[in-house]
C-alpha cells in the first residue's frame, strides 16, 4: 500500500483518532522502508493540511510531526538522528 493510503487509513474521519503512538509506529516503518525525513515530514504535514480531520486526529498528526522532525519538538524521542531544516525540508 502506498505510504499515503496507510496514513490516510491510519486518519480515518469516521474511525476514533489515532494516538501519537499508533502514527509513530507507521513513521517508523515508513522510515525502515526508507523514506527520507524531509519525505515523511511532507506526507504527514499534507495530511495534517486536510480540512475533513477534527482536532484529536490533527492533534496526533502534530505530534508525529514533532517527533520527526526532531531537536527540541522531539523531547529526546525523535525519529531520526539529524533535526530536520525548513532548508533541508525545501531542497529535498
Known amino acids: 500500500m502506498m505510504s499515503a493510503r496507510r496514513l490516510q ?3 480515518r474521519p469516521d474511525q476514533p483518532p489515532p ?3 499508533t502514527l509513530v509506529v507507521l513513521a517508523q516503518a515508513l522510515r525502515d522502508e526508507g523514506m527520507t525525513q524531509a519525505a515523511l515530514y511532507r506526507l504527514y504535514q499534507a495530511e ?3 480540512s475533513d480531520l477534527d482536532d484529536p486526529h490533527l492533534e496526533a498528526l502534530a505530534g508525529t510531526m ?3 522532525w526532531g531537536g527540541g519538538w522531539a523531547k529526546g524521542h525523535a525519529l531520526f538522528e539529524q533535526e530536520l531544516s525548513q532548508e533541508r525540508l525545501d531542497s529535498e
Open 9 to 11: 487509513a491510519a486518519l
Open 19 to 21: 494516538t501519537v503512538a
Open 48 to 50: 495534517h493540511a486536510r
Open 66 to 68: 514533532d517527533l520527526i
